[in-house]
């Protein structure tokens, strides 16, 4: 989870990703900060984030990133 957050705020550094669940809702990360985190993400996670994933459900909160992230670690 913390590499997850170094990862947030790297791309997206004025978010309060300890609280927040409505970071796509609110507008807080755009559609190229989601493109960066699924990058991100399969770079240092080894996982494979398809189209199905990039749902507001999975990028709302750093809890729901990371929960995609373990599913997705399981599944491999």
């Known amino acids: 989870m913390e ?3 170094e990862i947030l705020e790297d ?3 004025d978010a309060d ?5 409505t970071l796509i809702d609110d507008g807080i990360l ?3 900060a ?12 080894g996982v494979s984030v398809t ?3 990039i ?4 990028f709302n909160s750093a809890q ?8 997705l670690l399981k599944e491999n």
């Open 17 to 21: 990703y300890e609280t927040c669940t």
């Open 51 to 53: 189209p199905a994933e």
């Open 64 to 71: 729901a990133l990371w929960a995609m992230v373990q599913r």
């Open 55 to 58: 749902i507001p459900e999975n």
């Open 3 to 5: 590499k997850l957050l």
């Open 34 to 45: 989601i493109l960066s985190i699924v990058a991100e993400l399969e770079d240092t996670f």
């Open 30 to 32: 755009d559609s190229f």
């Open 11 to 13: 791309i997206q550094p």
